[in-house]
């Protein structure tokens, strides 16, 4: 556990990182936990939350010390969740005290009056938004910290990092991050991709390919508690042409058979007949919550047992891994 402090003052931006690998159903707990507190959040998947706590200082009647406290206490002890708590004056500042924290949590407050303060003596590799080739070119030039990278010319950073990133290093090391916190749920889409190793031209490798990416995108969908309305299939070809359609479901679904059908429709559209594929992308899109969703009273016993059996591979796969029982055309590489 850990709590600290960096000095007094106001911090009003809130980022918070939920533990590697949290499941999705528990990521939306977190999400409502913290509506609890503002209507400003700001999902940042799979694992981190922006919140403005700016109208709920006057509200809570607390500031963002106890408000983060709170919080993390509401976490454990309703949802067994420990949280990385950073406040901040900005997203970037919030972030990079939170990055901070070790595992498996606490809570870190930058006042605004100490935000130099505490960036300077940290590497640049600590810097939120500073990627790793960045902070590598950093500190090939001697610019170990974000201390010194605060110190010197913007020009100078620019040099070394090119304009548009030079700027944004430049002005993160100091504390400054413009960006607002905007309310945002979770994706209004979800995507699964595959990159083939070669040109693939074989039509039975590509639907096995495409059965794959459906069932992952379907175990994407029920983790979430989500279906989607829509689902739309990208193949890109060998030269750098690509093709993409959408389609409809005829409800929204989250189910393997229904995105299979849609997406094997959306593949039979393409006529690729000896076209060489590179990669395919495919999408599910205008989600919505599964609980929203209108249920039809299906009389089809075969659909029926088909959606008992995908309920079962759900389990299996949840306690033994993903991918643990798949269909079998996905493992032969062959599908009609």
Wanted: aromatic fraction near 4%.
């Amino acid at each position: 556990m850990n709590e600290r402090s960096s000095g007094a003052g106001t911090a009003s931006v809130m980022h918070v990182r939920c533990p590697a690998g949290l499941p999705e159903p528990a990521y939306r707990q977190v999400l409502e936990l913290l509506r609890g507190v503002s209507p400003t959040v700001q999902a940042i998947p799979p694992g981190a939350v922006l919140v403005e706590l700016r109208g709920a200082f006057r509200y809570l009647e607390a500031d963002g010390r106890r408000i983060g406290e709170v919080v993390r206490i509401r976490a454990l002890a309703l949802l067994g969740v420990d949280l990385r708590i950073g406040v901040g004056q900005s997203w970037a500042v919030a972030a990079t005290a939170s990055g901070q924290i070790t595992e498996p949590g606490g809570m870190l407050v930058v006042e605004a009056d100490r935000t130099r303060e505490f960036l300077a003596p940290l590497p640049v590799r600590a810097i939120h938004g500073v990627g790793p080739q960045q902070a590598k070119a950093l500190t090939s030039y001697g610019l170990h910290t974000a201390g010194a990278v605060g110190a010197v010319p913007v020009e100078t950073v620019q040099r070394i990092l090119g304009g548009r990133a030079g700027r944004m290093a430049a002005d993160r090391a100091r504390g400054v991050d413009p960006r607002p916190v905007t309310p945002r749920d979770l994706p209004a889409s979800a995507v699964v991709r595959r990159r083939f190793e070669r040109q693939e031209l074989d039509g039975g490798r590509v639907r096995a390919v495409l059965l794959d990416l459906v069932v992952q995108l379907g175990a994407t969908l029920r983790g979430r508690d989500q279906v989607a309305r829509a689902v739309s299939l990208e193949l890109r070809f060998a030269g750098g042409a690509s093709w993409e359609r959408s389609r409809r479901l005829a409800e929204a679904s989250g189910h393997d058979e229904d995105l299979r059908q849609a997406a094997f429709r959306l593949m039979d559209s393409a006529g690729l007949e000896r076209a060489r594929l590179v990669g395919m992308t495919l999408r599910a899109e205008d989600l919505i919550d599964a609980e929203k969703a209108a249920v039809q009273i299906s009389m089809d016993r075969v659909r029926e047992s088909r959606l008992l059996a995908e309920k079962a591979v759900d389990r299996a796969n949840a306690k033994f891994g993903a991918g643990t029982v798949v269909p079998a055309a996905t493992l032969l590489g062959k599908a009609s």
